[in-house]
């Protein structure tokens, strides 16, 4: 039996991928890591899901953003843990 392992940054992409969100800024490795995606909406407007991901690669904050205005943001913190922000950001792609 093989098998295969992702990264939180490949599963991410992935799902980005599959919903035509074009990867427009990646920060690249450092003490945190910031992703945005970005994609037209359908009234010309831009939609963007901007990641910060923290130096062991998990997601500790999460927007999804149309026009420059901030419509939802999930972080980490007492009451909401990281593995329900990994889902959560996942779900942005699919607006």
């Not at 991928?17 to 800024?25: G, I, K, P, R």
């Not at 994609?39 to 953003?65: A, C, M």
């Amino acid at each position: 039996m093989h098998t295969h392992t992702f990264s939180v940054i490949d599963l991410i992409n992935l799902v980005a991928a599959e919903h035509d969100w074009d990867l427009w800024f990646d920060s690249g490795p450092g003490d945190t890591r910031e992703l945005i995606f970005c994609r037209p909406n359908r009234f010309g407007g831009d939609l963007e899901v901007d990641i910060v991901l923290d130096f062991t690669g998990r997601v500790e904050l999460s927007e999804y953003r149309r026009g420059g205005e901030l419509l939802r943001r999930n972080a980490v913190d007492r009451r909401i843990s990281a593995a329900d922000v990994h889902v959560m950001t996942l779900e942005l792609f699919k607006q």
